[in-house]
């Protein structure tokens, strides 16, 4: 006989047929009803045992935790809360779980601890609907592109390039930290190293996806990045996943297109395609506002998400920004952590949550950052202090989306590096896409767990990655 999976048997139940039925225990109640879950939905299907005719030590096997198989008939429910269930005619317990050990038990558990038995944290309702709508979002990032005529590229992990400045790095050596070879200077003798330079784990495809995008037209990459900044945050990770993609002949306007499209379209395929995850994460995160005042709580998760798809991002200045921000209430009243002054300050999480929670209270894409905040590839404006730059800052989460148009004029790029001190002997690779047949182009990086974040309705992004990488964490 062949398993079937129970989202294959709710969605389709055939009353009186007989199924086989493999998974995990949720719950087991008066001796008699078995909840058991297979992964495939958040919903259990519940079996039915005659515990008279069945043995009393396998009885006493079914704990919550423990893997079964169940064969029986198919019937319709009596109890509320399901419309079929199961028989059992036999079962089998393929696997123990001692309820004295198993950490599990149907009751609440924190999301701390939860963090702390991250190896078993799948097998609970939360995790399982976060895993179905990674995978879901994962899915729909490539349908996106791919229905576009973009092209998916792999850009190094390990990188021989420092140049790209958006964070500390993860140096990647095999020189034996104990006993390093020297060189006549008495430094490290990087060309003992296995790449014979020095090389890190990579935190971003940007530069490289910019190469194929001048070949290719249209390109993104789904990849891993590191990022070795010490800011315990609950929205920085030190491994999380990047999606960028990179088009020639793009300005700043069809990128910020392109990026509202996207998003649109991720979360509408969330919508349409992890319903029942959602309904059970927004009841999640309807419980967890509750415990919050009232001015902290979230919109419902679904209104959230259907509000995002349904309206026009807003689009502003940076320096239509810092008004807004210099004349706002905080500000005035000194509430800010870092007040704003005047023109050419950095942003703070705090000023760009004011901006799309109070002010405007839709997703706003910011533009025109200052040239000394921003990167050295982005495109210079002709007042020559701004930069083609854009951020999208979403509610809740603050920056989403980072991206600009990029410098295509090789004499300005040179200067650029120049004032940013970077050798150029390091990016003449980089350099040579502007000598030979340089285009207008543009791109930008949306981080993958701060999307999760906001479709999940999760506040912390350890939550939304099956094994978060963060300061003073590498378990598992
Ligand atoms: P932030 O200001 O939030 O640190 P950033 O300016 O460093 O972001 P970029 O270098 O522009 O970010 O990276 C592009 C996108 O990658 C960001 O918009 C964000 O969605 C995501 N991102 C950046 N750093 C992290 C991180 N440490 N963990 C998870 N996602 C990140
Ligand atoms: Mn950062």
């Not at 009596?78 to 001692?98: M, P």
């Not at 530069?207 to 390109?219: F, I, K, R």
């Not at 979403?394 to 148009?405: D, L």
């Amino acid at each position: 006989m062949k398993r079937i999976r129970i989202s294959d048997l709710i969605s389709n139940p055939k009353i009186g047929s007989e199924v086989l039925v493999k998974g995990w225990v949720r719950t087991f109640r008066s001796n008699r009803f078995i909840a058991i879950n297979d992964g495939s939905t958040i919903n259990n299907i519940q079996a039915v045992v005659d515990f008279e005719k069945e043995d009393e030590n396998q009885l006493k096997r079914i704990t919550t935790g423990s893997s079964i198989a169940v064969i029986g008939e198919v019937v319709e429910s009596q109890g509320k809360g399901q419309s079929i269930e199961i028989v059992v005619k036999s079962f089998e317990i393929l696997g123990d779980a001692n309820p004295e050990e198993f950490p599990l038990q149907p009751k609440k558990h924190s999301l701390e601890f939860l963090r702390e038995i991250a190896h078993l944290r799948f097998r609970t309702n939360t995790f399982g609907a976060i895993s179905r709508v990674r995978h879901a979002m994962i899915f729909a990032v490539h349908k996106f592109f791919n229905d576009k005529g973009f092209y998916n590229v792999h850009t190094p992990i390990i990188t021989g390039s420092d140049a790209e400045g958006a964070g500390e790095m993860f140096r990647v050596t095999t020189l034996d930290l104990e006993n390093l070879p020297k060189n006549e200077q008495g430094k490290i003798d990087l060309k003992e190293d296995f790449f014979g330079k020095e090389t890190n784990l990579t935190v971003s495809g940007q530069l490289e996806a910019e190469l194929a995008a001048l070949a290719l037209g249209q390109v993104y990459t789904f990849g891993p990045t590191f990022r070795a900044e010490n800011s315990n945050t609950t929205r920085h990770l030190a491994e999380f996943w990047m999606i960028e993609p990179e088009v020639a002949f793009n300005d700043l306007n069809d990128n910020m297109d392109l990026a509202e499209e996207m998003l649109k379209y991720c979360i509408q395929y969330a919508l349409d395609n992890c319903w029942e995850d959602l309904v059970f994460l927004a009841s999640r995160l309807e419980e967890e506002d509750k415990s919050k005042p009232q001015d902290q709580r979230s919109l419902p998760l679904i209104e959230k998400l259907k509000f995002v798809v349904d309206n026009e991002f807003i689009r502003l200045t940076y320096t239509e920004a810092i008004e807004i921000l210099k004349r706002s209430k905080p500000n005035q009243k000194g509430q800010f952590k870092y007040p704003i002054n005047e023109w050419g300050a950095d942003l703070q999480s705090e000023h760009e949550r004011f901006l799309v929670e109070k002010e405007f209270k839709k997703p706003v894409i910011l533009t025109d950052y200052p040239a000394n905040i921003k990167a050295f590839y982005m495109r210079q404006n002709d007042d020559g202090k701004t930069v083609r730059a854009m951020d999208i800052l979403f509610p809740g989460i603050g920056e989403i989306v980072g991206g600009s148009q990029r410098e295509e004029r090789l004499d300005i790029l040179k200067e650029k590096i120049k004032t940013f001190n970077i050798p150029e002997e390091s990016v003449w690779w980089y350099l040579e896409t502007r000598k030979f047949g340089t285009v207008p182009h543009a791109g930008f990086g949306l981080g993958f767990e701060r999307l999760m974040l906001f479709v999940t309705g999760m506040t912390n992004i350890r939550d939304v990655i099956p094994f978060p990488r963060t300061p003073k964490n590498a378990e598992f």
